[in-house]
């Protein structure tokens, strides 16, 4: 590679390595993902969860703390609220992330555990198919080539 200089032919080095492409790549997915698991939890998941305890939308639960100060249809200052169902959609939805990213660590586990079995296995196989000779049988043929001379 050509070794430029400056600050942007650094960056340019910087930008251009494997592991930075790979991990810029990294980031997109895992923001498509997220907006994937986004919609599953609030259009479907948090939908049905407001069906069963009966027509209530969870991410629009909040605790007004202190009212909106209105003149006529003007908001003065807006209302203080806490956001509880907001926070419980995102856990549901950090929930569902982290337990698909478990089930593809462990099936990428179990993929690396089978392939150095398989890869043992053909060792072990290989070793059995061309024996070693041991110690004393190497030793006897090193006595006969000295005893043919």
Do not use: C, H, Y
């Not at 251009?16 to 997109?28: E, F, L, Q, S």
């Not at 969860?49 to 200052?77: H, Q, S």
């Not at 070693?132 to 090193?142: F, G, H, N, S, V």
């Amino acid at each position: 590679m050509k070794k430029t200089r400056g600050f942007f032919g650094e960056f340019k080095e910087f930008i251009m390595r494997g592991n930075v492409i790979d991990m810029a790549i990294g980031v997109v997915i895992a923001t498509a993902f997220g907006k994937i698991t986004t919609s599953l939890v609030d259009n479907i998941i948090m939908p049905f969860i407001g069906w069963i305890i009966g027509d209530f939308d969870l991410a629009k639960f909040n605790i007004e703390l202190v009212p909106a100060v209105m003149d006529g249809e003007t908001i003065v200052k807006e209302a203080v609220v806490l956001g509880i169902g907001t926070l419980l959609t995102t856990i549901i939805n950090f929930v569902i992330i982290g337990f698909i990213v478990f089930l593809i660590v462990k099936g990428i586990n179990k993929m690396r555990e089978k392939a150095e079995a398989r890869k043992k296995k053909e060792e072990e196989e290989k070793a059995a198919e061309d024996p070693k000779p041991t110690t004393d049988e190497l030793l006897a043929q090193i006595l006969e080539e000295i005893k043919k001379k």
